[in-house]
């Protein structure tokens, strides 16, 4: 079963996510699927040990042809998931326009050393392999730094994708 699949299926259990890569909201709000929303986690009253808050807002941006609908890009963001992310052999080098995406996200907004401010995971290129990139941002900062980098993505012609929301960003 792929990351993603898994992560669909347990997306706001907390005892089963991780803070690498299982960043999730429990539930979605309305306004998720305005153009430039991000998924608002739902207020449970869990305990500070265990509670739904996501810890990361993610994206997965990749340089292909733009899918048709949310369900094809679904698919195509599992299928990369698993070749270039989750490989057996080791992930490979980021491909030249990834990198390129990358340098000017991080020129925008720099690797946090601390981590404090909107990379959950730094450096950048470092989630990065072959024609992906999956970024892990800090909630507190994820509205602001993924309107740039679906922005960003839209306009060096990759694919900006949100893997939470199942959906395209625009």
Not at 150 to 167: H, I, K, N, T
Request: hydrophobic letters at 40%; a negative charge; one cysteine or more.
């Amino acid at each position: 079963m792929g990351l993603s699949l898994l992560r669909r299926q347990q997306v706001g259990m907390c005892a089963l996510m991780s803070p690498f890569r299982l960043g999730g909201a429990s539930e979605l709000s309305a306004d998720h699927w305005a153009a430039d929303s991000i998924p608002r986690p739902a207020h449970t009253g869990g305990t500070a040990a265990c509670d739904d808050s996501p810890v990361s807002y993610d994206l997965a941006v990749w340089d292909g042809k733009r899918p048709l609908d949310n369900h094809q890009a679904g698919s195509v963001y599992d299928e990369l998931y698993e070749r270039y992310l989750e490989p057996e052999d080791g992930v490979m080098p980021p491909a030249p326009r990834i990198v390129a995406y990358v340098e000017a996200l991080v020129k925008q907004y720099p690797d946090d050393v601390d981590r404090g401010a909107v990379w959950a995971s730094s450096p950048v290129i470092d989630e990065a392999s072959g024609p992906i990139v999956y970024l892990l941002m800090s909630y507190g900062k994820a509205e602001e730094a993924s309107q740039y980098a679906a922005s960003l993505a839209r306009d060096l012609g990759l694919v900006c994708f949100d893997p939470q929301g199942e959906c395209l960003r625009p």
